[in-house]
């Protein structure tokens, strides 16, 4: 098939949806389909450029910066951005090419516009692969407030739904909340499209954890965003009460709105079991998790709807069991403890953190399968060549009505 895939998150930036669109993308290619990434990017003098990333077509179209600004800019950025893409795609050579199938990743939610236009010029079939339930979680969060904000974007997150033939979201417990979407519209299809990564690249990791303060103790490491959405809080709180234990360490690598603050209350409270690193190129991640005995999964506890953090999968992807603390209700809760895979509160509780924190050592030191069943679990259910081939059936023609 000839498949476009409109995104805002690609290398080179380093986030962990970054890595899995790009691992996406190499695999439809290695499966013999032709496939384009459509890309707004602001950092550039030309209106449209085209590059080879190790395969796939790469367009990266001139708009508005959507990253690292006030959450007003943002906004209008985002709104601005779809039409900005659309209009260089018309100066690109690209413009008269014709696609099967129009994936976008979620977030963000302003792709609608454009999404509707490839796919009536097209006539191409429509997958939404949607990662993040907005603006109900931002509403969770305390970040909104049921008023117009909060109506305009819901009324821009609908107005996406209606453009998609196919909606692929995290996990079982997100189905419900497209329920009336499904029934609305005859040839819909609603289905579960887990998060998935290809197999781990091999490149020295730049941090050496034997050459820092916590070089010979037990690693729990957290690589990724550390905003608002993950309440890193109480992973700090933890850090703080287990200070007095020379026998663990904790390694924060990444970037968020939440660092600088997390790094203050380490200073203020003197915290000598805790690193912080900026981000790190994702092929060096699988390094840097080979030098660490767990991984750290937080999601705020306000959160109601489900997520399965792309970090979980790197954890699994490279045999580390988890210490997690999820909202209440998260499907991931019951996953982690059916698989046997780490240990989880789901209480936002620091002393119950605690608890587990001892539980999970020593887990590591007796159960000398768990690195492996973390392994297993990773290639059964998180498999990259599964996820291409379940939306190259959806969006074929003979799939959707």
């Known amino acids: 098939m000839r498949i476009a895939l409109i995104t805002d998150t690609f290398p080179p930036l380093r986030s962990s949806g970054s890595v899995q669109l790009r691992d996406l993308s190499r695999e439809f290619v290695k499966q013999g389909h032709e496939f384009i990434v459509l890309l707004p990017w602001h950092d550039q003098i030309e209106k449209w450029r085209l590059e080879d990333y190790g395969g796939v077509k790469v367009l990266f179209l001139k708009a508005p910066k959507t990253k690292d600004v006030s959450y007003f800019k943002r906004t209008i950025a985002e709104v601005i951005m779809p039409f900005a893409m659309r209009r260089n795609l018309k100066l690109s050579p690209l413009l008269t090419v014709r696609w099967d199938a129009i994936l976008w990743y979620s977030p963000s939610i302003f792709h609608g516009p454009f999404v509707s236009k490839l796919k009536g010029l097209n006539n ?90 916590l070089a010979g103790r037990f690693i729990f490491v957290y690589a990724g965003n550390m905003g608002v ?7 700090l709180q933890l850090v703080d009460k287990l200070n007095y234990r020379t026998d663990i360490g904790f390694l924060l690598v990444g970037r968020g709105s939440e660092v600088a603050d997390l790094k203050q209350f380490a200073k203020e409270k003197d915290l000598r079991n805790i690193e912080f690193f900026d981000e790190i190129d994702p092929d060096e991640i699988p390094d840097l998790y ?29 045999g580390l069991p988890v210490l997690a603390n999820l909202n209440s209700g998260n499907d991931l809760i019951q996953i982690i403890r059916d698989e046997n895979v780490g240990q989880v509160c789901d209480t936002n509780n620091v002393e119950e953190l605690m608890i587990l924190c001892d539980k999970l050592i020593d887990q590591v030191n007796t159960d000398r399968m768990l690195s492996l069943r973390c392994k297993a679990f990773f290639n059964r259910e998180f498999a990259v060549e599964n996820t291409v081939k379940q939306i190259v059936k959806a969006v074929s023609k003979s799939n959707v009505l």
């Open 124 to 213: 191409a079939k429509s997958y939404l692969i949607i990662r993040d339930v907005f603006p109900e979680w931002a509403l969770d969060m305390g970040l909104l407030r049921r008023g117009i904000p909060y109506l305009f974007f819901k009324m821009v997150a609908k107005y996406q739904y209606s453009v998609a033939d196919v909606i692929g979201v995290q996990t079982p417990g997100n189905l419900s909340y497209f329920e009336s979407w499904v029934s609305h519209k005859q040839g819909r299809k609603l289905e579960v499209l887990k998060n998935w990564l290809d197999k781990p690249a091999n490149l020295e990791c730049s941090i050496r954890v034997n050459k820092t303060a």
């Open 229 to 235: 959405a993950q309440g890193m809080d109480v992973i």
């Open 290 to 318: 080979s030098q660490c005995s767990a991984g750290i999964v937080a999601l705020d506890p306000r959160h109601k709807s489900h997520n399965i953090p792309g970090k979980f999968i790197t954890y699994m992807q490279s």
